[in-house]
């Protein structure tokens, strides 16, 4: 597990990422936990019906994976979301690489805030992208 950054170690420009190729079980987990059976993304023949002609991973399956690259990398451990929006762009697939990257635009030093471009793409198009704002550790004082 990754130690993470105090707000006083970030800086602007400074990013992370991480790719995960989503499968057919992580689909069918995320409806599990989440309660999102829509069968657009459960059912082959249904979504074979739709615009996607096939099945297609939740939007915000995506989302989680950008949540998680904040949590275990930048900033990492103890950081708190305060906000996130997210625009969907183009579906993702069973067996994508779906790469997301945060990437640091604002510095809040009073609030120990922290605003972050989210990206998530599948070779090389963006597929998810937003802002979150989260709140940073900040380095404990010395006596």
């Not at 249904?46 to 995506?62: C, D, N, Q, S």
């Not at 067996?95 to 989210?118: G, M, Q, Y």
């Given at each position: 597990m990754s130690t993470g950054f105090c707000f006083e170690d970030l800086s602007v420009g400074q990013s992370a990422s991480a790719i995960h190729v989503v499968s057919d079980a992580d689909i069918r987990a995320f409806a599990d936990v989440s309660g999102d059976h829509n069968p657009v993304h459960l059912d082959q023949s249904?979504?074979?019906?739709?615009?996607?002609?096939?099945?297609?991973?939740?939007?915000?399956?995506?989302?989680?994976y950008i949540s998680a690259l904040i949590a275990s990398k930048l900033p990492g451990p103890g950081a708190i979301y305060i906000s996130q929006n997210l625009s969907f762009r183009r579906p993702v697939r069973?067996?994508?690489?779906?790469?997301?990257?945060?990437?640091?635009?604002?510095?809040?030093?009073?609030?120990?805030?922290?605003?972050?471009?989210?990206?998530?793409?599948?070779?090389?198009?963006?597929v998810v992208e937003g802002e979150a704002v989260i709140m940073a550790p900040r380095r404990p004082a010395t006596v």
């Open positions: 249904f979504a074979e019906t739709t615009p996607f002609k096939g099945r297609i991973a939740h939007g915000m399956l995506a989302g989680a069973i067996d994508d690489a779906l790469e997301v990257v945060a990437t640091i635009t604002h510095l809040d030093e009073a609030k120990a805030r922290v605003t972050l471009a989210t990206v998530a793409t599948v070779a090389g198009k963006t």
